[in-house]
C-alpha cells in the first residue's frame, strides 16, 4: 500500500476517497472515470510528458510510421470508393500528440500526392497540451492546409479510432451464488479496495441478456456501458462514409469465455503491466478489451452497416504493409541497422502474440458495399 501511495497522484486519492466517504462506495466505471479522465489530475489529461502511450507501453504508430503509411492506403482507397468528395474528411478520436496523423499524411504525401488538397483531418483529443503539440507537428511538417477542428456537421469521410475504445470507463461484474453482482470501490484500512453489490444500473443486465451472456458462478467480467453511446455519436456524425475502428478485444463468445474467466482489466505503469487498479492512481493507463460483438449490434442499431471485422495482421497485409516493407530498402537514407528496426517493428504489429491479434472493424453508411476494402480481404 506504501508503494501505491507514492506511485499515485496525491490530489485525485484525496477527490476519491472525499467523494466515496460522501457516497459510500462507487462504481468501477465512475472510479476509471476519473483516474483516465479528471480535468486536472487523470492519467490523459494532465501535463506530464509521456512518450508513446504515456511511456506505459508502445502502441502500433508509435513503434514506426510504417504503420500509419499502411493506414493512409486504406484511406486513399475509401476517398476513392466515395469519389473523392471535397472534403474528404478524417477526423480521428484519441489523436495524442499527433504521431499516427503525421505518418499518415506522409504517406498520403507519397502514395497519393493528388488527395491532400481535399483532405481535412480533423483530431479529437482531450488532452489541450497534446492537441497543442499536434497542431504544432503537422504545420511544422507542412501539413497546416489539411489542418482543421471537428465542427457539428455531419462529415463525409472516415471517422478512425486506434486504441481508443480500451479507455472507455467499465463497470466491474461478477456472478456470485447465482446473481450478478457488481464489484464497487470503496475505501477500506486505509486505501482503495472493492466490494460487491447489487448493480448499480439495470443496464448491465441487459447488455449481458442482449449479447446472449452467460457468466459462470465465480466469473469476473467487464462492462462498457458507453460503447453504445459513443457509436450513437460517431453516427450522427457521418454523413457519408467509413468508421475504421483499431483495438484489442474479441467478440462475446470468446470475450467472456473461459480464457478470461477473471476479466481483462489492465494497468500499465512505466512498461509493466498488472491487473491491479489501485497501484498508481493517477499516473497509470487504465484498460479492458473490447466487446466487438457490441459494436457492431450498437453499430447496426444506429444504421450503419458492417463491412468487416478482422484482425490487424490481416488488416495491415492486405493494405500492404509487405509491399512498404520491401520498397522501404530503396527509401533515401535507409540504413541497414534502420532496416533492421523497421522489419522488426513490422513483425511486432502482425505478430498474432502480439499486436497482430488486435482487432479491424470497419463500419460505414451509404458506402459502396460491393466493393471490397483491400484491408478486409480476410474476415473472421
Known sequence: MDEAQANSNPHLVDELRTLIEHEG???????????????K??????????PGRGGDFLTAPEAHPIFGYTLARQIAQMAGL?????PFTLREYGAGAGTLALALLEGLQVERPDLLPTLRYEPVEINPAR??????TLIDEGFEAQLGAPTDSPLTGCILANEFLDALPVHRVAMQDGALVERYVVWRDGWFAEESGPPSTPALERYLADGGI?????????????????????????KRGYVLLIDYGYRAEKLFGPDYREGTLRAYYQHTVSDDPFRAIGNQDLTAHVDFSALERAARAH?????????????????????????????EGMTFDE???????????????AMGRFRVLILGRDVPEREPLIGLSTLL
Open 82 to 86: 466515395l469519389r473523392r468528395p471535397e
Open 214 to 238: 452467460e457468466l459462470v458462478e465465480g466469473q469476473i467480467a467487464e462492462i462498457n456501458l458507453e460503447l453504445a453511446e459513443w457509436i450513437g455519436t460517431i453516427a450522427a456524425q457521418l
Open 303 to 331: 444504421g450503419l452497416c458492417v463491412l468487416g471485422l478482422t484482425t490487424q495482421a490481416d488488416f495491415l497485409s492486405g493494405a500492404g504493409i509487405g509491399e512498404l516493407l520491401v520498397s522501404a530498402q530503396q527509401w
Open 41 to 50: 489530475f487523470g492519467y490523459y489529461v494532465n501535463s506530464i510528458a509521456r
Open 339 to 353: 532496416y533492421v528496426a523497421l522489419r522488426s517493428a513490422v513483425i511486432r504489429m502482425i505478430e498474432p502474440g
Open 131 to 136: 492537441l497543442s503539440e499536434l497542431r504544432q
Open 25 to 39: 462506495r462507487i462504481t468501477f466505471a465512475d472510479f476509471m472515470q476519473a483516474s483516465l479522465y479528471h480535468p
